[in-house]
């Protein structure tokens, strides 16, 4: 069974532009959810998405978003790009929320350089 | 709001040697998951071993076991028989254990221990 997929791996954008990440998920997993990984603030959870629909947002600026796709890939969404967005943006797979869901399967991330 | 803390940015052991790493928490839950990942340099978050609250054993897996002192809110790793694939940022999570369609299930993490192998 294929692991969780994200695209691209490395990603370089300027200052005010936009960037869309994507990921796939392990095939029969419905629950994406998707963080950010800096040196300064570690690990930090972004959104959760079940089903098409978000259940949960973490602490970012409406700059992030995501969306969820009828086939459990999600994309999320970076606008007006910041310098301090430059991270490493985890997706993670599971079955479904809650505790029957665990455990999570993380993608290799991609890493964003914004310049 | 929870909180991970893991107190130790590096550590080092000898080959074939015990290494225990870290960890504490801080919640007012009764009912959570604590997990260990390891994040070698491939960046892909794998999961190492996992403990539930409820469960008073201490998790298990291989060479990796865990000291669950739930009094304490304590979580450290013990890594035996210590192998150069070992290397690795090594991260304690928090997961909320509710299953209610309210419930966020996001993992909280610590800053993450650095573990060196050597040989």
């Known amino acids: 069974k294929a692991g969780v997929t994200q695209t691209p791996r490395y990603l370089i954008k300027t200052r005010g532009q936009q960037v869309t990440l994507s990921c796939s998920p392990i095939s029969g997993h419905r629950s994406v959810s998707w963080y950010q990984q800096t040196p300064g603030q570690g690990l930090q959870f972004l959104f959760e998405y079940f089903s098409e629909t978000q259940r949960n947002k973490g602490n970012f600026p409406g700059r992030f978003s995501g969306r969820q796709f009828s086939n459990s890939r999600s994309e999320m969404n970076v606008s007006t790009l910041e310098l301090g967005d430059s991270a490493l943006y985890l997706c993670?797979?599971?079955?479904?929320?809650?505790?029957?869901?665990?455990?999570?399967?993380f993608g290799n991330g991609t890493r964003l350089t914004v310049t | 709001a929870q909180t991970v803390t893991q107190s130790q940015p590096e550590m080092s052991v000898q080959e074939a040697e015990t290494v225990t790493l870290s960890c504490t928490y801080d919640t007012s839950e009764s009912d959570y998951y604590l997990f260990w990942y390891k994040q070698p340099p491939s960046r892909q978050m794998i999961l190492v071993i996992r403990?539930?609250?409820?469960?008073?054993q201490n998790a298990t897996e291989n060479r990796f076991s865990v000291n669950f002192q739930k009094a304490a809110k304590s979580f450290s790793l013990k890594i035996s028989d210590s192998q150069l694939g070992d290397a690795a940022m090594y991260f304690c999570?928090?997961?909320?254990?509710?299953?209610?369609?309210?419930?966020?299930?996001?993992?909280?993490f610590g800053k993450g221990t650095l573990l060196t192998v050597n040989p």
């Open positions: 993670a797979s599971s079955f479904e929320p809650g505790r029957t869901g665990l455990p999570l399967h």
């Open positions: 999570a928090y997961r909320t254990g509710g299953n209610s369609g309210g419930s966020n299930y996001k993992l909280t």
């Open positions: 403990q539930e609250a409820y469960k008073q």
